[in-house]
Protein backbone atom coordinates (compact mmCIF):
# COMPACT_ATOMS: atom_id res chain seq x y z
CA UNK A 1 0.00 0.00 0.00
CA UNK A 2 1.23 3.44 -0.82
CA UNK A 3 2.72 5.41 2.23
CA UNK A 4 1.32 8.86 0.93
CA UNK A 5 2.36 10.89 4.21
CA UNK A 6 4.48 13.49 2.31
CA UNK A 7 1.97 13.85 -0.24
CA UNK A 8 -0.76 14.58 2.21
CA UNK A 9 1.42 16.76 3.75
CA UNK A 10 1.86 18.94 0.25
CA UNK A 11 -1.61 18.17 -0.17
CA UNK A 12 -3.18 19.46 2.86
CA UNK A 13 -1.42 21.92 4.52
CA UNK A 14 -1.64 24.72 1.84
CA UNK A 15 1.89 23.22 0.52
CA UNK A 16 0.42 24.21 -3.01
CA UNK A 17 1.16 27.76 -2.44
CA UNK A 18 4.13 27.81 -1.19
CA UNK A 19 4.92 25.72 -3.97
CA UNK A 20 3.84 27.74 -6.57
CA UNK A 21 5.89 30.66 -4.96
CA UNK A 22 8.96 28.61 -4.67
CA UNK A 23 7.98 27.30 -8.61
CA UNK A 24 7.65 30.94 -9.79
CA UNK A 25 10.56 31.77 -10.70
CA UNK A 26 11.09 28.86 -13.26
CA UNK A 27 8.01 30.28 -15.43
CA UNK A 28 9.25 33.37 -15.96
CA UNK A 29 11.91 32.29 -18.85
CA UNK A 30 11.80 33.92 -21.84
CA UNK A 31 11.01 31.84 -24.79
CA UNK A 32 13.97 32.59 -26.17
CA UNK A 33 15.56 30.74 -22.95
CA UNK A 34 13.09 27.64 -22.87
CA UNK A 35 14.22 27.05 -26.33
CA UNK A 36 17.89 27.21 -26.25
CA UNK A 37 19.38 23.50 -26.90
CA UNK A 38 21.99 24.83 -24.48
CA UNK A 39 19.24 25.60 -21.25
CA UNK A 40 18.49 22.62 -19.29
CA UNK A 41 15.10 21.08 -18.46
CA UNK A 42 14.71 22.38 -15.16
CA UNK A 43 13.27 19.83 -12.98
CA UNK A 44 11.05 20.77 -10.31
CA UNK A 45 11.69 18.44 -7.98
CA UNK A 46 14.02 15.56 -6.94
CA UNK A 47 13.21 12.31 -5.49
CA UNK A 48 15.91 10.63 -3.62
CA UNK A 49 15.49 6.69 -3.45
CA UNK A 50 12.50 6.77 -5.36
CA UNK A 51 12.54 3.19 -5.71
CA UNK A 52 9.47 1.43 -8.28
CA UNK A 53 6.99 4.07 -7.52
CA UNK A 54 5.00 3.80 -4.85
CA UNK A 55 5.01 7.00 -3.78
CA UNK A 56 6.95 8.70 -6.59
CA UNK A 57 4.05 8.21 -8.79
CA UNK A 58 1.34 9.44 -6.54
CA UNK A 59 3.48 12.41 -5.94
CA UNK A 60 3.47 13.22 -9.79
CA UNK A 61 0.23 12.60 -10.56
CA UNK A 62 -0.65 15.57 -8.21
CA UNK A 63 0.98 17.65 -9.98
CA UNK A 64 5.14 17.00 -8.65
CA UNK A 65 7.46 17.05 -11.88
CA UNK A 66 9.93 14.59 -10.01
CA UNK A 67 13.57 12.95 -11.29
CA UNK A 68 14.19 10.30 -9.68
CA UNK A 69 16.76 8.45 -8.29
CA UNK A 70 17.75 5.54 -6.80
CA UNK A 71 20.82 3.10 -6.51
CA UNK A 72 18.63 0.38 -7.69
CA UNK A 73 18.50 -0.54 -10.98
CA UNK A 74 15.59 -3.02 -10.90
CA UNK A 75 13.29 -0.51 -8.95
CA UNK A 76 14.03 1.74 -11.35
CA UNK A 77 13.34 -0.61 -14.59
CA UNK A 78 9.77 -1.25 -12.89
CA UNK A 79 9.09 2.37 -12.10
CA UNK A 80 9.65 2.89 -15.56
CA UNK A 81 7.50 0.18 -16.93
CA UNK A 82 4.72 1.14 -14.88
CA UNK A 83 5.33 5.36 -16.32
CA UNK A 84 6.72 4.58 -19.66
CA UNK A 85 6.56 8.69 -19.95
CA UNK A 86 8.81 9.16 -16.77
CA UNK A 87 11.84 7.25 -17.93
CA UNK A 88 14.06 10.13 -19.17
CA UNK A 89 13.46 11.71 -15.72
CA UNK A 90 14.91 8.47 -14.22
CA UNK A 91 18.37 8.51 -12.74
CA UNK A 92 20.10 5.10 -11.59
CA UNK A 93 22.64 5.98 -8.91
CA UNK A 94 23.10 8.05 -5.63
CA UNK A 95 23.47 11.95 -5.25
CA UNK A 96 26.94 11.81 -6.96
CA UNK A 97 25.35 10.12 -10.11
CA UNK A 98 23.77 14.39 -10.16
CA UNK A 99 26.57 17.14 -11.13
CA UNK A 100 27.75 19.17 -8.54
CA UNK A 101 25.73 22.12 -9.34
CA UNK A 102 22.96 21.00 -9.54
CA UNK A 103 19.83 22.36 -7.04
CA UNK A 104 16.27 21.67 -6.71
CA UNK A 105 13.26 23.71 -5.43
CA UNK A 106 11.81 20.45 -3.88
CA UNK A 107 13.58 17.70 -2.69
CA UNK A 108 11.44 14.61 -1.55
CA UNK A 109 13.27 11.44 0.73
CA UNK A 110 10.64 8.81 1.94
CA UNK A 111 12.07 6.14 3.82
CA UNK A 112 15.74 6.15 2.37
CA UNK A 113 18.34 7.84 4.77
CA UNK A 114 17.58 5.24 7.30
CA UNK A 115 19.93 3.55 5.19
CA UNK A 116 23.41 2.79 7.46
CA UNK A 117 24.39 3.71 10.17
CA UNK A 118 24.50 7.09 12.43
CA UNK A 119 27.47 8.41 10.65
CA UNK A 120 26.01 7.73 7.01
CA UNK A 121 22.83 8.85 7.59
CA UNK A 122 23.45 11.78 8.40
CA UNK A 123 26.07 12.42 5.82
CA UNK A 124 23.35 11.31 3.37
CA UNK A 125 21.17 14.20 4.89
CA UNK A 126 23.98 16.43 4.70
CA UNK A 127 24.57 15.84 0.91
CA UNK A 128 20.82 16.34 0.02
CA UNK A 129 20.50 19.56 2.09
CA UNK A 130 23.15 20.50 -0.47
CA UNK A 131 21.13 19.56 -3.49
CA UNK A 132 18.09 22.22 -2.19
CA UNK A 133 17.87 25.38 -3.61
CA UNK A 134 17.58 28.67 -1.64
CA UNK A 135 14.14 29.02 -0.27
CA UNK A 136 13.24 24.90 -1.57
CA UNK A 137 11.18 22.59 0.16
CA UNK A 138 12.74 19.60 2.22
CA UNK A 139 10.31 16.75 2.83
CA UNK A 140 11.29 13.24 4.56
CA UNK A 141 9.67 10.67 6.03
CA UNK A 142 11.97 8.79 7.78
CA UNK A 143 12.65 5.81 10.56
CA UNK A 144 11.56 6.82 14.14
CA UNK A 145 12.82 6.07 17.95
CA UNK A 146 10.08 4.44 19.34
CA UNK A 147 9.38 1.93 16.65
CA UNK A 148 9.14 -1.71 18.27
CA UNK A 149 11.89 -2.82 16.23
CA UNK A 150 11.60 -6.41 14.56
CA UNK A 151 12.72 -8.98 13.47
CA UNK A 152 15.91 -10.21 15.22
CA UNK A 153 18.38 -7.43 15.67
CA UNK A 154 21.17 -5.77 17.53
CA UNK A 155 21.93 -2.61 18.63
CA UNK A 156 24.88 -1.38 17.54
CA UNK A 157 25.24 2.26 18.43
CA UNK A 158 23.43 4.23 20.68
CA UNK A 159 23.60 7.58 20.99
CA UNK A 160 22.49 10.56 24.13
CA UNK A 161 20.30 12.29 21.95
CA UNK A 162 18.01 9.05 21.34
CA UNK A 163 18.90 8.03 18.06
CA UNK A 164 20.09 4.63 17.41
CA UNK A 165 21.23 2.20 14.82
CA UNK A 166 20.31 -1.68 14.39
CA UNK A 167 22.37 -4.54 12.84
CA UNK A 168 18.85 -6.65 11.55
CA UNK A 169 20.09 -10.75 12.05
CA UNK A 170 16.50 -11.77 10.51
CA UNK A 171 14.42 -11.07 7.33
CA UNK A 172 14.90 -8.94 4.67
CA UNK A 173 17.15 -6.70 6.10
CA UNK A 174 19.57 -9.11 7.27
CA UNK A 175 23.04 -7.68 7.54
CA UNK A 176 22.24 -4.55 7.26
CA UNK A 177 22.48 -1.54 9.47
CA UNK A 178 19.56 0.83 9.55
CA UNK A 179 19.13 4.08 12.03
CA UNK A 180 16.35 5.19 13.92
CA UNK A 181 16.29 8.75 14.36
CA UNK A 182 15.06 11.02 17.27
CA UNK A 183 13.21 14.01 17.29
CA UNK A 184 16.03 16.10 18.97
CA UNK A 185 18.73 14.35 16.21
CA UNK A 186 16.67 15.51 13.12
CA UNK A 187 15.79 18.80 14.01
CA UNK A 188 19.25 18.92 15.05
CA UNK A 189 20.19 18.61 11.39
CA UNK A 190 17.93 21.13 10.36
CA UNK A 191 18.89 23.73 12.76
CA UNK A 192 19.94 27.04 11.32
CA UNK A 193 19.56 27.30 7.94
CA UNK A 194 15.46 25.59 8.04
CA UNK A 195 12.46 26.92 8.93
CA UNK A 196 9.66 23.86 9.90
CA UNK A 197 6.61 24.74 7.41
CA UNK A 198 5.60 21.45 8.27
CA UNK A 199 6.82 20.11 11.98
CA UNK A 200 8.02 17.32 12.69
CA UNK A 201 4.64 15.05 13.07
CA UNK A 202 5.22 10.82 13.98
CA UNK A 203 3.07 8.58 12.13
CA UNK A 204 2.97 5.14 13.54
CA UNK A 205 2.08 1.82 11.34
CA UNK A 206 0.64 -1.10 13.33
CA UNK A 207 1.54 -4.57 11.98
CA UNK A 208 -1.17 -6.94 11.38
CA UNK A 209 -1.00 -10.66 12.92
CA UNK A 210 1.18 -12.53 13.63
CA UNK A 211 3.26 -9.87 13.59
CA UNK A 212 2.76 -7.19 16.31
CA UNK A 213 4.34 -3.67 17.33
CA UNK A 214 4.25 -0.70 15.25
CA UNK A 215 6.69 0.87 13.07
CA UNK A 216 7.31 5.28 13.82
CA UNK A 217 8.20 7.25 11.13
CA UNK A 218 9.00 10.84 11.66
CA UNK A 219 7.53 13.07 8.97
CA UNK A 220 8.47 16.81 8.26
CA UNK A 221 8.66 19.40 5.54
CA UNK A 222 11.68 22.75 6.13
CA UNK A 223 12.32 25.86 4.33
CA UNK A 224 15.54 26.55 3.45
CA UNK A 225 16.28 30.35 4.64
CA UNK A 226 18.54 31.19 2.75
CA UNK A 227 18.26 33.84 0.36
CA UNK A 228 16.15 32.66 -2.68
CA UNK A 229 16.67 34.38 -5.68
CA UNK A 230 18.58 33.69 -9.34
CA UNK A 231 20.07 30.01 -8.85
CA UNK A 232 21.21 27.85 -11.79
CA UNK A 233 19.79 23.94 -12.76
CA UNK A 234 22.79 23.07 -14.61
CA UNK A 235 22.94 20.45 -17.81
CA UNK A 236 23.67 17.23 -16.25
CA UNK A 237 26.29 15.76 -18.58
CA UNK A 238 27.56 12.67 -16.93
CA UNK A 239 24.55 11.76 -15.27
CA UNK A 240 23.02 7.82 -16.10
CA UNK A 241 19.63 8.26 -17.31
CA UNK A 242 17.47 4.58 -17.12
CA UNK A 243 17.21 3.40 -20.88
CA UNK A 244 15.53 0.22 -22.41
C1 LIG B 1 12.43 1.64 1.55
S1 LIG B 1 12.63 1.99 -0.14
C2 LIG B 1 11.51 3.36 -0.32
C3 LIG B 1 11.17 3.63 -1.75
C4 LIG B 1 10.26 4.83 -1.98
N1 LIG B 1 10.80 6.04 -1.39
C5 LIG B 1 8.87 4.56 -1.47
O1 LIG B 1 8.44 5.23 -0.54
O2 LIG B 1 8.21 3.68 -2.01
C6 LIG B 1 14.24 2.80 -0.17
C7 LIG B 1 14.72 3.08 -1.58
O3 LIG B 1 15.87 3.91 -1.50
C8 LIG B 1 16.85 3.42 -2.40
N2 LIG B 1 18.15 3.89 -1.89
C9 LIG B 1 18.84 3.45 -0.81
N3 LIG B 1 19.96 4.17 -0.64
C10 LIG B 1 19.96 5.11 -1.63
C11 LIG B 1 20.85 6.17 -1.99
N4 LIG B 1 21.98 6.41 -1.28
N5 LIG B 1 20.57 6.93 -3.05
C12 LIG B 1 19.44 6.68 -3.78
N6 LIG B 1 18.56 5.69 -3.51
C13 LIG B 1 18.82 4.93 -2.42
C14 LIG B 1 16.65 1.92 -2.41
O4 LIG B 1 17.17 1.32 -3.56
C15 LIG B 1 15.13 1.83 -2.34
O5 LIG B 1 14.55 1.85 -3.61
Not at 48 to 63: D, S, T
Not at 89 to 113: E, M, N, T, Y
Request: proline share 6%; aromatic share 8%.
Amino acid sequence: MPVLGVAELLRSSGMSTICQRVFGPYKKRSRGQRNSRSSSRRYKGLYIGCGNGRNYLPLGAAGLDLLGLDVSAAALEQLAERAPERRGQLIHGDLSALPDRHRFALVIAIQVFQHGDRAKAHSHIRSAQERLAPGGLFCVRVNAVGTDVAPRHEITERHRDGGFTVLYLKGPKQGLPIHFFSAGELNGLFAGGYEPVLPLRLHETYRTLPDTGQWSQWEAIWRSKAESGTWHCPRRPGARRVRR
